[in-house]
């Protein structure tokens, strides 16, 4: 019994927290009287709702996605064989140690500026996402595999288990809940930043020059509603994430 009310607990603490949000969003836009500096629920939405309708709203949330999507992707695969690489080789890991470092306290903001000097405003969102989650993946990938059992490790090495052998049945099903982790927390600070460099680039067919306009003609209400989008797409591909780990953990059972 208690079982089944913490379950139902569970289900029903996102939606008291989201309509807390909400009841605070509206006492703040009244309290406030003004639409241009804290727009209200009715506005917002309506203007959310302006934007459905249109055709370059659908063209643009597809072009940010696609862009956080390859971002992600390519900091992905080079996070991962770098991290690969530095456990399997004590000099590589040294050599990447003062890169990844660098790479992680570069300022988010220059490494934005940079790459509008280098790269064209389509491209540049791609490359400051890029920059910024590799790291984050790569560290979280090698502090997974450091922390695989030595001993099981030890165990493959005495009874001479093969290389793939290894991977297969040891550090993947090792690292597997780690990764997803680490993939559902970088997924959305992907799409994050890259609506961040598309503001600054002005990108074309973007939620960042949607929001970068709306701003310019001071629609405060449109900001808003381009923000839920956004808000909306990153939680979307969490939760995709987790639905698969969930998926996962269930077939492991």
Do not use: N
């Not at 993946?137 to 490790?153: E, H």
Request: aromatic share 8%; with cysteine; glycine share 6%.
């Amino acid at each position: 019994m208690r079982a089944k009310s913490l379950k139902i607990l569970d289900i029903l603490m996102p939606f008291v927290a989201l309509g807390v949000i909400l009841a605070l969003w509206g006492i703040t836009a009244k309290a406030v009287g003004s639409e241009l500096l804290f727009p209200s629920l009715s506005a917002t939405f309506l203007s959310l709702g302006q934007l459905l309708k249109s055709a370059d709203f659908y063209l643009s949330v597809g072009h940010t996605l696609l862009r956080s999507l390859l971002s992600f992707a390519l900091a992905f695969a080079v996070g991962i064989l770098l991290a690969v690489l530095s456990a399997l080789s004590r000099p590589i890991r040294k050599f990447l140690s003062p890169v990844i470092v660098l790479l992680r306290v570069i300022p988010t903001m220059s490494v934005i500026l940079l790459a509008l000097v280098w790269v064209s405003s389509y491209v540049s969102p791609i490359l400051v996402a890029f920059v910024v989650i590799c790291p984050l993946i790569y560290g979280g990938y090698l502090s997974a595999i450091d922390g695989v059992d030595r001993d099981l490790v030890d165990m493959c090495k005495i009874y001479k288990v093969g290389a793939w052998q290894r991977v297969k049945s040891l550090y993947l099903p090792c690292t597997a809940l780690s990764l997803f982790d680490t993939v559902r927390s970088t997924l959305g600070l992907t799409v994050k930043l890259v609506i961040a460099a598309e503001v600054l680039a002005q990108t074309k067919d973007s939620i960042g020059l949607g929001m970068q306009l709306s701003k310019i003609y001071l629609d405060t209400p449109v900001l808003l509603a381009w923000t839920i989008v956004a808000i909306l797409l990153g939680g979307a591909l969490e939760g995709l994430i987790a639905l698969l780990k969930k998926i996962y953990m269930s077939r492991k059972k």
